[in-house]
Structures are given as structure tokens and as C-alpha cells.
């Protein structure tokens, strides 16, 4: 399977300063990437699906000012968490997929707190 | 869109007992099933992934079962040890969408 990496792994920020997460496909063509979201006890919900080159598509009720997905290449997507507040906080896994769209790759996630 | 329910919420067994953990899934139309572990506060481990055409996977203790056309499936530990404790998620993947059940929090005592 694909190898996934996110940056950080841990990252504490300030009540409304902006915090980028990053997700690299270390050895896959990543043609769509997936980033999910996790609250203390929950399972995991998708944020946003987004394909290199093109513009996230966004949940309902994931606000797309506020969480800026970029899929610039076919191995990296970054996740920028726009004024964030503590609410954010949160645990940020993101997944990746090829071409043949059946399987996706996670990465060990990023534990975001804000205080 | 895909809702994934996952019984029961939470379990607690002996040492060395066998043990089962459902998940339940709405829409049939699946490609795979993927069941994965989450320790505390860490990332996801795949644990086995099933494809829509076969009924079961097996790994070491692990076994799954797929029942698509009743969207059912299930992980069977068995001789379950302290190490098995953990969170084991369900996760049915269609058309590159893949939906998470709530999941089962195991704890295996000594």
C-alpha cells in the first residue's frame, strides 16, 4: 500500500492564528485525497474529497472558508485551518487514492489543539 | 449516503476469549469493506480488507465476514489477548466514499 505522511504530527496554536496541515503521498500518484476529521471518542468524518488540480469538494456543513484544502500535485494536499478556535480542535487524518479508486491510504494523523 | 452502524459500543472480555464485533451498513452497493484498529489518540491500522465479491478475509486471530446483499459484516477475534484492546472501526467503500461506524472499544483484561 501506499506510504502517507502528515506535518506536524501535533501542533498547539492560539485562538485565532491560521494553521497549515500537511499530507504527502510518499510513493503514490495520490489522484484524489481525502481529509477526515475526528472528535474525542468519535469515529472519523469526512471533511472534503479533493483530485489534483481541482477544487475540494466540500461536506455539508464543513465550511470551505474556514478549512482551505490545496491539491496541488499528485503527492501533496495541504489542509489550512483558517482563525482557528478551540472548537477546531480536533484530530485530522487524512487518506489517500489512485486510479483505480478502491482503497484509501491514511496517514498517522495530526492532533490539532487550539487554545 | 452511507450510514454505518457498529454493535456494541463498547466491550469488555477476559483473556483468551473468542469475540465478535458487528457492523452494520445502509447502502448495499459497496466496492470493499475495510475494518481497521485506532489505539488511543493514534492513527488508523488496516486491519483486513474485504472486496464486495468475496465473504471473508482472514489474518492470524483476525476473520471478517462480508454478507453485502444484507449489508452486514463482521470481525471475529479469536484467543483475544491484552494487546487486542483498542477501537476497531468499519468502514464501507463505494465509488471512492468511505463512510466510518462509530466503533467498538474493546478491552481485553489479563
Known amino acids: 500500500g501506499a506510504v502517507v505522511s502528515q506535518h506536524p504530527s501535533r501542533v498547539i496554536c492560539k485562538s485565532g492564528t491560521s494553521v497549515k496541515i500537511e499530507c504527502r503521498s510518499l510513493d503514490f500518484q495520490a489522484t484524489t485525497m481525502f481529509w477526515y476529521r475526528q472528535f474525542p471518542k468519535k469515529s472519523l468524518m469526512l471533511m472534503a474529497t479533493?483530485?489534483?488540480?481541482?477544487?475540494?469538494?466540500?461536506e455539508q456543513g464543513v465550511e470551505k472558508d474556514k478549512f482551505l484544502i490545496n491539491h496541488a500535485s499528485l503527492t501533496l494536499s495541504t489542509l489550512t485551518v483558517t482563525s482557528a478556535h478551540p472548537e477546531d480542535s480536533s484530530f485530522y487524518i487524512c487518506?489517500?487514492?489512485?486510479?483505480?479508486?478502491?482503497?484509501?491510504?491514511f496517514g498517522p494523523g495530526t492532533r490539532l489543539t487550539v487554545l | 449516503k452511507q450510514e454505518v452502524t457498529q454493535i456494541p459500543a463498547a466491550l469488555s472480555v477476559p483473556e483468551g476469549e473468542n469475540l465478535v464485533l458487528n457492523c452494520s451498513f445502509t447502502d448495499s452497493a459497496i466496492y470493499n469493506l475495510q475494518w481497521f484498529r485506532q489505539d488511543p489518540g493514534k492513527g488508523l491500522t488496516s486491519l483486513l480488507l474485504?472486496?464486495?465479491?468475496?465473504r471473508e478475509q482472514t489474518s492470524g486471530r483476525l476473520n471478517a465476514s462480508l454478507d453485502k446483499s444484507s449489508g452486514r459484516s463482521t470481525l471475529y477475534i479469536a484467543a483475544s489477548q491484552p494487546g487486542d484492546s483498542a477501537t476497531y472501526l468499519c468502514a464501507p467503500y463505494n465509488n471512492n466514499d468511505m463512510r466510518f461506524g462509530a466503533g467498538t472499544r474493546l478491552t481485553v483484561k489479563p
Open positions: 479533493s483530485n489534483e488540480g481541482s477544487k475540494a469538494t466540500y
Open positions: 487518506s489517500v487514492s489512485g486510479r483505480a479508486y478502491n482503497e484509501q491510504f
Open positions: 474485504i472486496q464486495s465479491s468475496q
